[in-house]
């Protein structure tokens, strides 16, 4: 019998620059192997800030995907750079929702799906599902990733009343609650003590084994010794979960006490989407001879540069102790020494810890980062940093990740739930 879902997500081909679509993505290509027919619906690329053809080929074949009706409120609406904030609630792309109902519904008649699947960080994306789930009775999985709100996020008070009735209204109605990490379950069901404990499940992140592979053939076959030593952080840098400025400022202490040169020390933040911001650090602290932003690159030589990097870097504040970066998976994969700033009890840390990660210390700790990075450095440089294994970093695959899917999908079908 062939099992079909709908799978709701803003983010897919040809979006670019966004670890996000990797998780819808690599779901519509594994779960057909578990007898699940994917059906996509996404938004019409016009949504999207920046689009690439890279990752296109990526999309299974007989896969249906239907772009619906969207806009991008900040670019498509606004008059000299402003615009009705009622026209961005609970985001940008809620004017997706018009086109994505109707869409939907067309889909659901033409094709018959078993159940709806829908994925944040877009908040729009479960409003769409709220409103087919409630048009025409299809169990919905919630695809939550992290928490949706926490104290002070999103900081516009309206925009947070608007995250909290979707979130709210998300976990009533839904036939089960997706989330990335055992502690945003936690803070849900702290948060929420009358929604059933069983209506959670875990589905941490991944990486794809085949995207490391094709990324392996466009490499050398090891880093480059002779160069100065390289730290790569790879993708977001949100000013508030990830601020770098502990770090630096031990970068320019180290700098000016001659522990650290341009020479013999290089960092490389990848497509970061805050550079405005960040290149005003770097000049505060005049370290940009050693720290340099650069743009963003197809995702196989995003992943290369990961393989070839002499260590790679993870922010994560301890404001988002509950999260764990999803480019982390992909960091234990390129089997890279790895330096880590933030909580040390944290889920990222508590992750890392486990894979036999040890250089951690918190993103707020001047001192105990400007120690933790020439140990580290010394460390890589000898060989004696800690790796993950190979055995370790497998069992966080996509296609392992796809087979839970695809056990929560058949559960719910199942009235298992």
């Not at 016009?46 to 896969?63: F, L």
């Not at 196989?300 to 970066?325: V, Y």
Request: hydrophobic fraction near 40%; charged fraction near 20%; proline fraction near 7%.
């Amino acid at each position: 019998m062939v099992k079909r879902v709908l799978m709701i997500a803003f983010h897919y081909p040809p979006l670019r620059g966004s670890s996000g679509l990797q998780r819808t993505l690599k779901f519509s290509r594994y779960i057909k192997s578990h007898d699940w027919e994917p059906m996509v619906l996404t938004a019409h690329p016009r949504a999207y800030a920046s689009t690439s053809n890279d990752q296109m080929a990526e999309i299974p074949d007989g896969v249906h995907v239907s772009r619906a009706f969207a806009m991008d409120t900040a670019r498509h609406l606004s008059f000299k750079g402003r615009y009705l904030g009622l026209l961005a609630l609970p985001d940008r792309w809620v004017s997706w929702w018009l086109g994505a109902v109707p869409s939907a519904l067309k889909m659901v008649r033409a094709r018959r799906p078993d159940v709806i699947w829908s994925t944040y960080p877009i908040a729009t994306a479960h409003l769409i599902a709220l409103s087919v789930h409630r048009l025409t009775g299809l169990p919905w999985i919630a695809d939550m990733r992290d928490p949706m709100t926490d104290e002070g996020y999103p900081a516009n008070p309206l925009t947070r009343r608007a995250y909290q009735w979707i979130e709210k209204k998300t976990l009533q109605h839904c036939t089960k609650a997706v989330c990335t990490t055992p502690g945003t379950i936690a803070m849900y069901q702290r948060r929420f003590p009358e929604i059933p404990a069983s209506r959670f499940a875990l589905i941490e992140n991944g990486y794809d084994e085949e995207n490391f592979q094709n990324a392996q053939a466009i490499t050398n076959t090891s880093p480059d010794s002779k160069g100065p030593f390289s730290l790569v952080h790879s993708g977001v840098i949100y000013p508030s979960e990830r601020d770098p400025t502990q770090f630096f400022q031990a970068i320019d202490i180290l700098r000016r006490e001659g522990k650290l040169s341009a020479e013999t020390f290089r960092v490389v933040l990848r497509a970061t989407g805050h550079d405005e911001y960040l290149g005003r650090l770097i000049a505060q602290y005049e370290i940009g001879d050693i720290v340099k932003l650069e743009p963003p690159v197809p995702y196989k030589e995003a992943l290369a540069e990961m393989l070839m990097a002499d260590g790679l870097l993870i922010l994560q504040a301890s404001n988002c102790n509950h999260q764990i970066p999803a480019k982390l998976y992909e960091y234990l994969r390129a089997r890279r020494p790895i330096l880590a700033l933030t909580d040390p009890v944290g889920d990222t840390a508590h992750t890392l810890r486990t894979a036999g990660i040890r250089a951690i210390a918190p993103l707020d700790a001047r001192d105990a980062i400007m120690q933790c990075l020439l140990d580290f450095i010394g460390s890589a440089k000898d060989n004696s940093a800690s790796i993950p294994s190979l055995e370790s970093a497998m069992a966080h695959s996509r296609e392992a990740r796809s087979r839970e899917l695809a056990a929560i999908l058949d559960a719910v079908i199942a009235g298992k739930s």
